[in-house]
């Protein structure tokens, strides 16, 4: 009889261990979903193509905040397309340049997030 208490206390330990671990992972899938959102948001970036050298300067700003989202990345997939995303954003000689390969980065972004 002695047994049981001590028993029922791991039991009732491992149940709260269990919803922990239940509450961590919803925290971090929404943690994925919101830097995936905010990441396609930038991938998404339409520079106003009046002014050449402002839409060139705003679309490597945006690489720059984009880097800094990879960087909080919650697994190597997302990470790597949005490392990715970043530096096509960053390496663009000019906005029409962006504007041409905004698509497939946006869906290699997409598709590491899981839409």
């Keep these: 009889m002695r047994l049981v208490g001590p028993l029922a206390a791991a ?5 709260s261990l269990t919803a922990c671990d239940a509450i961590q992972g919803v925290s971090n899938t929404a943690d994925k979903v ?19 050298q402002k839409a060139l300067e705003e679309t490597q700003a945006k690489a720059k905040e984009l880097e800094a989202l990879a960087s909080s990345a919650p697994d ?8 990715e995303a970043a530096n096509g954003m960053q390496n ?3 906005a029409a340049d962006w504007v041409q390969q905004k698509a497939d980065l946006a869906a290699k972004v997409s598709s590491a997030c899981g839409g």
């Design 11 to 15: 039991v009732i330990a491992l149940g």
């Design 34 to 52: 919101k830097l995936c959102a905010d990441a396609i948001s930038l991938v998404g970036f339409s520079p106003d193509m009046s002014d050449p």
């Design 76 to 83: 190597e997939q997302v990470k790597k397309a949005l490392e």
């Design 92 to 94: 663009v000689n000019s």
